[in-house]
């Protein structure tokens, strides 16, 4: 771990180091370079506000900038979890910027973005858990973009009471919690999560609306097992979600969680048949898949799903 890694995440410095395998040629991508990319690059410098394309260290972020997609993460850079898979700063959480969503309004007009995701740090520290910081920012977007649909990426919210509430009546397009890997590892990999409280928040999000969409993701490599993989599908499509991402796990620093085994795009494609035989609307599955990776294409294919289908909301 760099001494400028160490500083930015204290936390993490008395891991032992779990030096990565070397990536299959599948994995490896371009160092961004466009003009695009500079562009948004600087726009979010300008407007001061965080993106988890560059906190998480997303290997897609050279394509998505350029295309002007981008996630945004509201409420900060400092996460109150320290999960093992994650490159994002863990810490004393920075103070509220009540200036923030405007600025996220400004940024998605600016950027003529068609679809937006909206994501956070975990704000463990807040009694809404920063809730009201995302409906504020839907409020903004819709006032200052209305024709973009928008979708959010959420903290769980344990043990804050009305918070999903407050999320959902703010009537994102989509609604989207991570449960990232599945429950035998919930205390390597997410120890301040828990999974059936996740599952259950996915599940409340149809009590509430039955007609939003919702999504969640997981990562695979992480040392999980297949059955463990089709029982997470199974627990996700009981809890009637419709959209599902599996991507690989790729370890930003030695510090972090271990790379167990870089899984083959067969496996992936495998994963993705098994999903849409369970009963999802639609998936994601390939090593570079990521929650928000073309997000707003597959948005657009959900909708036709459901259409295709003929379904009313479930």
Same mark, same amino acid.
């Given at each position: ?6 500083? %930015? ?31 948004? %690059? ?6 001061? !506000? ?7 260290? +997303?290997?897609?972020?050279?394509? +998505?900038?350029?295309?002007? @997609?981008?996630?945004?993460? #509201? ?7 320290? +999960?093992?898979? +994650? ?22 007009? /600016? ?11 975990? =704000? ?11 409906? %504020? ?5 819709? /006032? ?8 959010? !990426? ?11 509430? #407050? ?9 989207? @919690? ?39 993701? !997981? ?17 996700? =499509? ?16 030695? &510090? ?21 035989? &369970?009963?999802? !609307? ?7 898949? =990521? ?14 799903? %459901? ?8």
């Amino acid at each position: 771990m760099s001494d400028t890694a160490a500083l %930015r995440h204290p936390e993490k410095a008395h891991r032992p180091d779990n030096p990565a395998p070397p990536k299959p040629p599948w994995i490896r991508v371009k160092a961004p370079n466009s003009q695009e990319y500079r562009e948004t %690059r600087d726009l979010m410098r300008a407007l001061k !506000l965080n993106t988890v394309c560059e906190e998480a260290a +997303c290997p897609n972020i050279g394509q +998505c900038w350029k295309e002007r @997609h981008a996630t945004v993460m #509201i409420l900060g850079s400092v996460c109150t979890r320290a +999960c093992t898979f +994650c490159n994002v700063a863990t810490g004393r959480p920075d103070q509220l910027d009540p200036h923030e969503p405007a600025r996220v309004g400004e940024a998605v007009a /600016k950027l003529g973005l068609n679809h937006i995701v909206i994501t956070s740090v975990d =704000r463990d520290d807040l009694p809404d858990g920063g809730a009201t910081q995302f409906a %504020r920012t839907i409020e903004a977007i819709r /006032k200052d973009a209305p024709n973009t649909t928008i979708e959010v !990426l959420t903290p769980d919210f344990l043990k804050k009471d009305g918070a999903l509430e #407050i999320v959902v009546a703010s009537r994102p397009d989509v609604f989207n @919690h991570n449960l990232e890997t599945v429950p035998r590892l919930y205390g390597e990999v997410r120890p301040g999560a828990r999974y059936f409280h996740s599952l259950r928040l996915l599940d409340r999000v149809k009590d509430i609306d039955p007609a939003m969409f919702t999504k969640s993701g !997981l990562m695979v490599g992480l040392g999980e097992e297949k059955p463990e993989v089709m029982q997470v599908m199974d627990d996700l =499509r009981a809890a009637r979600v419709d959209f599902l991402t599996i991507g690989q796990y790729l370890q930003p620093t030695p &510090k972090h969680h271990r790379v167990d085994r870089y899984v083959t795009p067969d496996e992936f494609e495998s994963y993705k048949q098994m999903a849409f035989g &369970k009963g999802f !609307l639609m998936v994601a599955s390939s090593p570079l898949t =990521r929650s928000s990776y073309l997000a707003g294409d597959d948005f657009a294919r959900l909708k036709a799903a %459901r259409a295709a289908k003929g379904m009313a909301p479930a």
